[in-house]
Nanobody, 127 residues
Framework: QVQLVESGGGLVQAGGSLRLSCTAS????????MGWFRQAPGKGREFVAA???????YYADSVKGRFAISRDNAKNTVYLQMNSLKPEDTATYYC?????????????????????WGQGTQVTVSS
């Protein structure tokens, strides 16, 4: 079994930055692919970014150039560095894990590609 715990959310002004963390426990972390999704009130879950077991990254167009996903296998943690935040980035952010992480990167935009999910962390960007 795998447990995912997100942290780092909060309230920030437009143009500011936040770094989200997602720590996994359970199986060997290096054999996973990880993704970040977000969900705003009244909207569906939206793909944000993914990183595969080889640290290849993939981003939604809406965050490309502003957000960066990375992983630290020694700490069993994946990060989402969010810069130049906009009010439309306001949402609950979820991390997700796919084991063993061998899908094509394009598949990771779909929530169904992931086996485990965290509980979410709220990000609010004020204008």
């Amino acid at each position: 079994q795998v447990q995912l715990v997100e942290s780092g959310g909060g309230l920030v002004q437009a143009g500011g930055s936040l770094r989200l963390s997602c720590t996994a426990s359970g199986r060997t972390f290096s054999n996973y692919a990880m993704g970040w999704f977000r969900q705003a009130p009244g909207k569906g879950r939206e793909f944000v970014a993914a990183i595969n077991r080889g640290s290849i990254t993939y981003y939604a167009d809406s965050v490309k150039g502003r957000f960066a996903i990375s992983r630290d296998n020694a700490k069993n943690t994946v990060y989402l560095q969010m810069n130049s935040l906009k009010p439309e980035d306001t949402a609950t952010y979820y991390c997700a894990l796919d084991y063993p992480g061998t899908r094509t990167m394009g598949a990771y935009v779909m929530p169904s590609s992931y086996d485990y999910w965290g509980q979410g962390t709220q990000v609010t960007v004020s204008s």
